[in-house]
């Protein structure tokens, strides 16, 4: 599956951006759809997860309530509704799919496939 992330920019904090992720085949509806971010000098951090029929969800802690993730198996696409964003959200965001069976997976390894990121930046 290959995936492209976009809608990232440039923000001014408490703004709000929407990012999508594009799949390029059906079989992303089999698949866990996950968020992750990755700031300059920081290892990659988890961000979110949906399940496969979208019924459940879950966030970091640094972005519950905040954020919201949805999909669209139809449509094959994931999103990433960020509201009240904060400098500390400036990152380099990725979606991804995992395969596997447990929910939720927020560790990197535990995905198969990657977007190849899309830049946020939130100016204070």
């Known amino acids: 599956v290959q995936l492209q992330a976009s809608g990232g920019g440039l923000v001014q904090a408490g703004g709000s951006l929407r990012l999508s992720c594009a799949a390029s085949e059906r079989s992303f509806i089999n698949y866990v759809v996950g968020w992750f971010r990755q700031a300059p000098g920081k290892e990659r951090e988890f961000v979110a997860a949906?399940?496969?029929?979208?019924?459940?969800?879950y966030y970091s802690d640094s972005v519950k309530g905040r954020f919201t993730i949805s999909r669209s198996n139809a449509e094959i696409t994931a999103y990433l509704q960020m509201n009240t964003l904060e400098p500390e959200d400036t990152a380099i965001y990725y979606c991804?799919?995992?395969?596997?069976?447990?929910?939720?997976?927020?560790?990197?390894?535990?995905?198969?496939?990657w977007g190849q990121g899309t830049q946020v930046t939130v100016s204070s």
């Open positions: 949906i399940r496969r029929g979208g019924t459940s969800t």
């Open positions: 991804a799919v995992s395969r596997m069976v447990n929910f939720p997976q927020t560790q990197p390894p535990a995905y198969n496939y």
